[in-house]
């Protein structure tokens, strides 16, 4: 019987299968995580430094692959042995092995986030084109609402692919046909760029960066332009109660920026699995 036989008869082992394989992209997510911005930050100022004519400064190779992970503090090599998802976090207690530096709880946190919600997708879709599709739209999201955690960045190097890819998947109507996507893709980026502008317009501020238009674009390509009510929503309506009970808990001063990309993220989760019933109940209610 041959391995795919096994994952189409065995729904258990296969949803097995997809979580483990979820746990190793985590950990892969975990470096995309730290070194693309780090990379960008690199790549710009190398820019400033040739609009100021300055010689650029030739920097060591520093890429998704290349150098090899290293504590942060110390520098040791990670081996293998401390690389394994989840189970080295626990064996080294959360310390670096050479200089017992703490090491940041959002590498198994995402580890086991990711791990989760492959497996989630596995048992949604089952054995099938949609759920490799599903897996890799899931990834790319859980890198950007991390990583807009961390920088306030939505890096062109993800959302765009992903908007493109959004579109070539349904172009085989595999989320949403095609019309609904490009107008969903369209949709999305106009809704919160109108947003921005009529915010600016009106308070000389700026209320969000280009990257939030970029990824709901992204989100209406993949899964259609009826699901962004679903999206913007969720995301606005949660996004505001943080951002208030953070103001009233004293943790955060009304200037400073909150990301809005993790809860784009989490409104696209809502729409991906539960949006069409969401959408029947609304409009039944109407």
């Known amino acids: 019987m041959s391995f795919i036989s096994v994952l189409q008869e065995t729904p258990s082992f296969f949803i097995s299968f997809i979580t483990i394989v979820g746990l190793m992209v985590g950990s892969f997510l975990n470096v995309v995580i730290y070194r693309l911005p780090e990379m960008m930050k690199r790549n710009w100022l190398q820019q400033c430094a040739e609009l100021r004519g300055e010689p650029i400064e030739a920097l060591p190779t520093f890429n998704l692959t290349i150098p ?27 310390h670096c ?3 017992h530096a703490y090491i940041s709880l959002r590498y198994p946190i995402v580890e086991i986030v990711t791990a989760f919600t492959s497996g989630i997708v596995a048992w949604h879709f089952g054995l099938s084109f949609i759920t490799i599709a599903t897996l890799v739209f899931v990834w790319a999201l859980i890198a950007l609402a991390v990583i807009d955690l ?4 939505l890096p062109d190097d993800i959302t765009m692919p992903l908007l493109w890819m959004g579109l070539l998947v349904n172009m085989n109507s595999v989320f949403t046909d095609t019309h609904s996507a490009i107008i969903g893709a369209v949709a999305g ?24 238009f970029k990824l709901l674009a992204a989100i209406g390509a993949w899964l259609g332009w009826d699901m962004l009510p679903v999206v913007i929503l969720f995301s606005s309506v949660v996004g505001t109660i943080v951002g208030i009970s953070l103001i009233i808990a004293a943790k955060l001063k009304k200037n400073i920026p909150i990301p809005f990309g993790p809860y784009l993220v989490g409104g696209a989760f809502i729409a991906l699995f539960w ?6 109940t609304y409009f039944g209610l109407l």
């Open 97 to 99: 092995s050479q200089c």
């Open 68 to 94: 090899r992970s290293a504590c942060i503090q110390c520098g040791h090599k990670i081996s293998a042995l401390e690389n394994i998802p989840v189970v080295s976090y626990l064996a080294l207690r959360g």
């Open 275 to 280: 949006g069409e019933k969401l959408n029947h």
């Open 189 to 212: 980026y106009l809704s919160l760029w109108s947003v921005y502008w009529s915010f600016k317009l009106i308070t000389g501020k700026e209320g969000m960066g280009y990257g939030d």
């Open 150 to 153: 961390n920088t306030q960045l």
